[in-house]
Structures are given as C-alpha cells and as structure tokens.
C-alpha cells in the first residue's frame, strides 16, 4: 500500500448491534446481537480487500454497514476523506453512486418481472436524470457488452439467463453507474466452478479497465487469496487477523486462521 | 481399495431419464453405468444440469411418474432389479436399503415437528419390526456424534444450527440401517470447517458400517480426499470415469481437465483464472 495516497475507504473502529427482544414481555431484555463489534481496516483505491469468515461471522454485515444496508451504532466509515456516518439521506445520496454492490445470489437479487433494460436503466434513471431514454439504451447495451451479453439480451427477462448470466446482469447493474467502489458480497458462492472463473476474471478485467476498488466478501480462502491484495479474516464480528494474502492464508499466526486453511480439503 | 473385488451390491447399466414436458423431450441422463460395492464411495461430479442428482433419484422411482418422466436401463441392488418396481416395492427399498441426505438440510426438515419426532417418523415406515423406536432415535444422533442426543431429539429444525441440521439428516437416514447413503450435495450449504466435521463423520460411517456412499458433488477437493472412484457428468451423459488418483491425476477427458483446471488453489497464486473454455479450446 502507498502511504502517500490517502485509502479511498477507511473504516474505524465499526460497530453493527442488533437490539433483541424479550422472549416474553415480562423477561428482560437480553444483551445486543454483536454482528460486528469494532472493525478498522482501509481499502486503497484501485485495491481489493478480501474479507473472509464463516457464516455469522460479521463479513456481510460489514459490507453492507459502508452502503447503510445495516445500521451503524459506532465507528467512522471514511470514503474519500467524508465521514458517511454523520451525513443525511440527501447527502448520502452521491455516494449510492459512488459505491455499488453485488450480490451473492443472482437468481433472487433481479427483478423477475422486469426485462434488463428495466434493471440496468433504473440506477441510470435515478443518477442521471437528465440521460433521454434512446442514450440510456445506448448505454445499457454498452454496458452488457462489457459483461460479454449482447444488446440483443436487454429485451429478456432474469428467467432466460443462466445463473452466471444473471450474475453477469448484476454486475452491468452495479456499473451502470459508474461507480468507484464495489462491494462484492459473495459474487462467485453460488456458481459453478466453471463459471466461477469466468466471473471472476471477468471482475478482475473490470478493476483493471475501469479502475475499480473492491471489498470482496467470501468464503472459500482459494478466491480470496486469487482475488485479494490484502485480506480481512473475520470471526464472531471481530477481525482475528489481516495483511497480504501470501502471509496471512500461507504462514497465519493465529489459530482461526489456521484452523479455517486445514478445513480446506487439499487436491 | 485393495480388497478383493466382492460382488457389487448395486449394478447400473445404461440407466437413462427422460423428461416430457408437452412436445418437449429433455435427455436429463443417458448412458450411465456404474458398479457400488459394500464400504465404497463413488463421487458423481458435474456441472449444474449434468444430469448429476438425476440418475440417483432414479434408482428409487424418486422422479415424477411415467409420462412426464421415463427411466430406462437396468440397476441392480444385490441382483434385484429397481427400475420399474412398483411403489409399494419401492417404498420397502427406499431408506431401508438406499437413503439419501439432501443439500439444503434447513428445506428437508419439517419446520413444525422436532427432530425426534421426524427421525421416528423413519424408523417406523422403514424399519416396523423395530420395538422401542426412541431408542433407535437416541442411537442414530448418537452415531452421528451429537453430544446431547436427547435435547436434539426435543429440538425443532430452527433451533439448530447448519451442521447440527445436516447431522439430524445423516442420523435419520441411518435410523433406517440403509445400506447406501446417497449423499447429494451434503456440505455445499455449509461453511469449511462444518464441512469437514461433516465429510469425516460419513467417512467413519462408512468403515465402521461398510456403508456405500454415492456422493454427489461439484467439489474436487472433498472428491479426492474421500472417493475410491470418480465419474464426471456433462449434459446427461458420462465423460470420464474410473479411480479417484487417475481421473484427479491424469484426466482423459478434456471436459475434466478443464473442470480440475477452473479451480483456484490456495497456496498457487496464478494471475488469471483458467477457464473451461481455454482447456476445451487447447485441446
């Protein structure tokens, strides 16, 4: 990492609680569900960071806290220098552009009764207001020839794709907007191996193109490693350890770590 | 395995499944061969759509009836045939002699009746001779290596996690003593070190019971760390079959090659990922 520039991400000391009830009205209220309880860590621009842990780890949780799919209850997220955690919905409002997110299950994440156009145009519709429909056309199809679909596909619905298909309309929907961050919340979990590897090259020729930053959200330590220029490992909300793939999933210095690489079958 | 080559107990040979849907016949699996002797993994692995899952549901009529699907071919279970049993004969093969643990353990389990009462739900259909059915309930988690059999028996699906789910299943097919488990994904839903605890439970049932296990799955890691032999599946149809070190070593078949190629590894850091369409196109 280059100290001079400053990350295009920072997160301080990030906490998500869930209040949870009572069983019953007259028991007491027991402690917050901790989903993540004090996370620091800093995505550099152009970079990705892996974030990996079992489930019920805190890794989605965290992901979704940068974007306000979770609620935060202390810490600083700092995107570019900004503070999110103080701003209002209408100053958030910039940085739903500037930061985008992929899903991990692209057969529930798209609209089934809306075509590709309607999926890609609408974050065109909402961020760029002024576009007139015939250059927003022109733009969807741009934007799924750089997913390797064709124009041609912007008339079809989600059921007509295959799933590495759909997680392809995922990802022209994330770039619609040209954004600078991507949040990749287990992009490749529920593919098959084979389309596993074209998504994720896919990916990763689209941070070279465009320039895009990652935090990269999985389970499986191979594409994390494959993927990561510096990772997270997450247990019950807590970061164990982090530092650069070759170090952390090849010589770990804790016992998670350790623990979650001699689970991983060998071949 | 270096045992001597004992008879096999269940026989396929060119099992096939076709699916009718108004004027439209899929070819779901045709071809497909393979012999499964006592103590014996055989991994089915393949794509989604390979027709992988499908010729396993065959063998105990688990598919829609004749004429939205019709199974052909010959599978043998101990020199009885199971294709074109009737339901009654089948219902007596099905968990008595093959049973079966599905991906999704939180979709198997019924919602609304405790685990006790699901695994003795079982025992009573397929094994009826049996006297004290909460024994037998209590014995499967125990094997199973739940610590706390009794608390897990009073306990409903969503009160377990992932694992203790999976392992509720396992138990409940080996309530009723089936001597293959065909295990159909058994860990894709689960995290790795779940899965482990997972793999090494079934890989304990099977040399303490001399269970056959037909797993399938498309994870070539858990495919060598526990299979005896290998057989790959693309479109319905068998590419590439034989022992475990052979097809993971030296595959034959481009498909495969391809497939064993896709995967990253940890530990082999290569800058871009291999695809299947560079293999198939190399060769």
């Given at each position: 990492m280059n100290p001079s520039t400053p990350p295009l991400l920072e997160v301080r000391d990030l906490a998500v609680h869930y209040p949870v009830r009572a069983p019953w009205f007259f028991m007491p209220t027991p402690g917050?569900?901790?989903?993540?309880?004090g996370v620091s860590f800093s995505v550099p621009r152009g970079q990705t960071v892996g974030v990996v842990g079992e489930s019920g780890s805190g890794k989605s949780t965290t992901g979704k806290a940068v974007i306000r799919l979770a609620p935060v209850t202390r810490g600083a997220i700092l995107y570019d220098g900004v503070?999110?955690?103080?701003?209002?919905s209408a100053d958030f409002h910039p940085y739903r552009k500037r930061i985008q997110m992929i899903f991990q299950d692209p057969y529930n994440s798209?609209?089934?009764?809306?075509?590709v156009f309607g999926i890609l145009s609408e974050p065109l519709e909402i961020h760029?207001?002024?576009?007139?429909r015939s250059e927003r056309e022109a733009r969807c199809e741009q934007l799924l020839r750089s997913v390797?679909?064709?124009?041609?596909?912007?008339?079809?619905?989600?059921?007509?794709?295959?799933g590495g298909q759909r997680q392809r309309i995922g990802i022209a929907r994330a770039l619609a907007v040209q954004p600078e961050l991507i949040i990749c919340?287990?992009?490749?979990?529920?593919?098959?191996v084979s389309v596993q590897a074209e998504v994720v090259n896919l990916l990763q020729d689209l941070q070279e193109s465009l320039g895009l930053t990652y935090l990269f959200i999985g389970h499986d330590l191979a594409v994390i490693e494959h993927v990561s220029d510096h990772v997270l490992v997450m247990n019950a909300g807590r970061i164990v350890e982090q530092g650069p793939p070759e170090t952390i999933?090849?010589?770990?210095?804790e016992e998670y770590t350790r623990r979650l690489l001699e689970a991983v079958p060998k071949f | 395995m270096t045992e001597m080559p004992s008879e096999p107990l269940l026989q396929v040979r060119d099992l096939g499944v076709t699916f009718q849907s108004g004027s439209r016949t899929t070819v779901?699996?045709?071809g497909v061969s393979f012999d499964l002797r006592a103590g014996e993994v055989l991994a089915v692995v393949g794509e989604s759509g390979s027709g992988k899952s499908v010729s396993s549901l065959a063998l105990t009529g688990?598919?829609?009836?004749s004429p939205a699907c019709e199974v052909t071919g010959s599978a043998r279970l101990e020199g009885r045939e199971?294709?074109?049993?009737?339901e009654d004969a089948l219902t007596r093969v099905r968990g008595r002699r093959i049973a079966y643990v599905f991906q999704e353990p939180g979709t198997s389990?019924?919602?609304?009746?405790d685990i006790g009462f699901q695994i003795a739900e079982a025992v009573r259909l397929?094994?009826?001779?049996?006297?004290d059915v909460d024994a037998a309930v209590l014995t499967a988690l125990s094997e199973v290596r739940i610590d706390d059999p009794a608390r897990v028996a009073r306990?409903?699906?969503?009160?377990?996690?992932g694992g203790m789910q999976q392992r509720a299943m396992i138990a409940m097919a080996l309530a009723c003593g089936p001597d293959i488990l065909v295990a159909d994904?058994?860990?894709?839903?689960?995290?790795v070190t779940i899965q482990k605890e997972i793999m090494d439970l079934l890989a304990r049932l099977r040399a303490e019971k001399r269970m056959a296990i037909l797993l399938i799955t498309h994870n070539f890691g858990i495919v060598s760390s526990f299979a005896d032999h290998v057989q790959v599946m693309r479109n319905g149809r068998v590419v590439e079959q034989g022992p475990t070190a052979q097809v993971m070593h030296s595959p034959r078949d481009p498909y495969t090659r391809g497939l064993i190629a896709c995967i990253p590894r940890l530990g082999?850091?290569?800058r871009r990922l291999t695809t299947l369409r560079d293999e198939l196109r190399a060769s």
């Open positions: 917050p569900k901790k989903a993540v309880d503070d999110l955690t103080g701003l209002g798209l609209n089934p009764r809306t075509d760029f207001p002024a576009m007139s390797q679909l064709t124009g041609d596909d912007l008339r079809k619905h989600p059921h007509e794709f295959s919340d287990e992009p490749v979990s529920a593919l098959d999933l090849r010589d770990p210095r | 779901a699996a045709t688990l598919l829609p009836p199971l294709i074109g049993l009737t389990l019924n919602p609304v009746y397929h094994r009826p001779e049996v006297r306990s409903y699906p969503h009160e377990l996690s994904e058994p860990t894709t839903a689960l995290d082999q850091k290569r």
